[in-house]
C-alpha cells in the first residue's frame, strides 16, 4: 500500500490555488504539505462557488480567507464587457461621428449659400 503525501501550491498572492497527492504529482519548491490527511485523491475544495481561492498561507499554514475578503476582492475585479455592451459603444461612436458628419455638412451648406 502507497502513503500519499498531500501537498498545496500558492501562487505570489499566497493564495492556495491547487491541492495534489504525490500519487499524481511530485512537488516542487515551496509546496506545502498538508498534514493530517491521507488517499490517492485531494479531495479538499480550494475554490468557492465564483471560482475564488478560499484558503491562504499565512506563516506557511492554509487558513480560510473569510468572506470580507472574498466579497472586496469580487467587488473590485475587472469585469469583461459582453459583447452586447462592446456593440452598444460601437454603435454610440458611429452615432456620435455620424452626428458631426451631419453637423460638418450643414454648416457647410450654410457657408456655401452665404447664411451665417
Known amino acids: 500500500m502507497n502513503d500519499y503525501q498531500w501537498y498545496i501550491r500558492a501562487n505570489v498572492d499566497g493564495l492556495v490555488v491547487l491541492g495534489y497527492t504525490t500519487g499524481f504529482e ?16 485531494f479531495n479538499i475544495p480550494l475554490t468557492n462557488e465564483r471560482g475564488q481561492p478560499i484558503y491562504k498561507i499565512v506563516n506557511s499554514n492554509m487558513v480560510m480567507r473569510s468572506q ?41 451648406i450654410l457657408d456655401s449659400m452665404g447664411g451665417r
Open 68 to 108: 470580507v475578503e472574498l466579497d472586496e476582492e469580487w467587488s473590485a475585479r475587472l469585469v469583461p464587457k459582453t459583447p452586447d455592451q462592446l456593440r452598444i459603444e460601437q454603435l454610440e461612436q458611429q452615432l456620435a461621428q455620424q452626428s458631426a458628419d451631419q453637423t460638418a455638412f450643414m454648416e457647410f
Open 26 to 41: 511530485q512537488p516542487q519548491p515551496g509546496d506545502i504539505p498538508v498534514s493530517g490527511q491521507s488517499g490517492r485523491h
